[in-house]
């Protein structure tokens, strides 16, 4: 038992904080009336062993000091007030509630009907007016005090530059579960995603990067475990501050929070940064119906969007149910909160945003001067982090690729579709590659962005792997139980000749073709490149292109590499390898199209098959599936970070989306000669010793294929 005597402590700073020989508590809420804080030995059995009604409310914040206690204390709050849900009040202290602000979660939430604030009532349709008063707390996971410190013995952020970054998406566990070289009992943990095998592949591969999936504690929707799923990319927040407890090795409470900060500190040591996908869009609290299991309980009204005509219900921009009100000063303040948290004590490198566009409703249309965007602007600390938009949401004028301030970059949509469907032959498809592989200038060169505001990718966590985007003209989502009715129908890709797995050899080697087209194209572009994991050596989910609820092999990584995904791996190191050897492709500012003074040549160039440059006629021919693009490595804006010149080779690189071989005359310099390096035709790629041809030669390009060629000085 904690000490008797108890002090009234301080507002600031809010959630659990070890110090001075105890613990202060402090939670904030606009409309309750007041706060019991509940303390708790042990998850077994649930009953609280204190409950302590917090003395002190300062500026809506309820607030105690209680000393004794110690890192690793279980707690919970009950919060009472109004219950009228009609009007947008859900108080209920029979509600034992997770602190927003909690460090660590411990336990799992067990899906009942004492989660619901309401007692159901039939019809379902009706909306329920009476509270449930029976005690949720056997139920509900518990806030775990943590100890703030950890031995970072000099760790700290890595500020990787845009030009030599590339990304690397993946999911903590389901990278690691099937990973071999490392103990079973580790994998699927931070531990095994921070371990030298692991570590030494992101270094093979090349990669500067990793995106994690969310790690933030999340909740499994009762109706997927009902199936026998789970939520298992977590975009389902629970606790903003809180890493995901199910990926601790070790399972001992709070132990999840040394676990992460030891795994940023051994990629760090690699030169390796953290980038985590986070979800401040939407929280597990789901919609009116949903349960009481933090927020909603603590104070409905000001941490979510309710609807101004009918405030029992929610404003929902996500098709998840709720949207935060990131609006209100303490709901901002909590994402703010969290992003610093996240950065200054566990040495997180940067964030991708998820459905980033619901972050800037005020109040309703998308506002690109919004208080989340200012805030994030004038803060001293995330605005000098990498700062990733996912710039979407389901809502009015959500679509807003290119319109994200100065200091964000983008998840580049328009990339990954243009990109599509260029390689599936789709027609007028040229202009688009050619602003795609300069780096969207259309998009963020207006407002001064640079190119690396463009993160491309072709494939990512949601959708096809780049094995089955060439393999499947449809989605096969059956394994998740809702009849194929979930997941993209949109995918713009193409199974090359037969629907999945085939014996048929002309198409597996167009498959194989299409991919290195893809990875080829995606690492020659101007812009970061993201890479989704697995896709280096072809990794298949079967065509399911939804395994959010996956659990299993079908949505972790098999390790089991056969020849063909041997070599596409092989071909991926090499190609990532000579990316950055040669900053001509990852200018950092954009190209202009003008004559270099003293060189003669343009920064870049666009040919027609015919060996001329791209006039007005050209750029608008439908039929054209082909061009040129010529990069040269005198460009006066390619410089390093202290303003000194680099000097490149020059390339040529021609692109054939079209279904037979095509002639190709090689433009440029009148008197040059152009050395291949690289044909996608190749199962290898890379061609070593290739051969020399004079500008103005005719060369076949095999349908569907690259060519890339140095030119000889």
Known sequence: MPSTTYQIGRPYPLGATLQDGGVNFALWSDHATGVELCLFDSLAPHAETARIALPERTENVFHIFIPGLAAGQLYGYRVQGIYDPAHGAHFNPAKLLIDPYARAIAGKVLPCDELLPYLPVAPAATFPTEPDL????????????????????????????????????????????????????????????????????????????????????????????????????????????????????????????????????????????????????????????????????????????????????????????????????RGLQLVLDSLRYWVEKMHVDGFRFDLASALTRAPHLPDMRSAFLQSVHQDPVLSRVKLIAEPWDLGEGGYLVGNFPILWSEWNGKYRDNLRHFWKSDPRLVPDLAYRLSGSPEFYQISGRRPFASINFITAHDGFTLHDLVSYNEKHNEANGEENRDGDNNNASWNCGAEGPTNNRKILALRSRQRRNFLTTLFLSQGVPMLNAGDEFARSQLGNNNVYCQDNPLGWISWELDETAQSLLAFTTRLLDFRRKHPVFRHPKFLDGQVIPGVGLKDVSWFHPGGLEMNAHDWHDPELRSIGMMLCGDAPALRDDLGRPFHDSTFMALFHAGHTPLRFTLGGPEKGRWKLLLDTAKESGFVDNGISKKTAASIVLTGHSIHLYELQH
């Open 134 to 329: 029976r005690d949720n707390a056997h139920a509900i996971p518990k806030a775990v005090v943590i100890d703030p410190a950890f031995a970072w013995e000099g760790d700290h952020l890595l500020y990787t530059p845009w030009t030599e970054t590339v990304i690397y998406e993946l999911h903590v566990a389901g990278f690691t579960k099937q990973f071999p070289n490392i103990p079973e009992n580790i994998r699927g943990t931070y531990v095994a995603l921070g371990s030298q095998p692991v570590i030494d592949h992101f270094l093979q591969l090349g990669v500067t990067a990793v995106e994690l999936l969310p790690i933030h504690e999340h909740l499994d929707e009762t109706f997927l475990l009902e199936k026998g799923l789970s939520n298992y990319w977590g975009y389902s927040t629970l606790g903003f501050f809180a890493p995901e407890s199910s990926y601790s090795s070790s399972g001992v409470q709070g132990q999840q929070v040394v676990e992460f900060q030891q795994m940023v500190k051994n990629l760090h040591a690699a030169g390796i940064e953290v980038i985590l996908d986070v979800v401040y869009n939407h929280t597990c609290e789901g919609g009116p119906l949903g349960p009481s299991l933090s927020f909603r309980g603590i104070d409905n009204q000001s941490y979510y969007r309710l609807d101004a005509e009918n405030p029992a219900s929610y404003v929902d921009y996500t098709g998840c149910g709720n949207t935060p009100e990131i609006n209100h000063p």
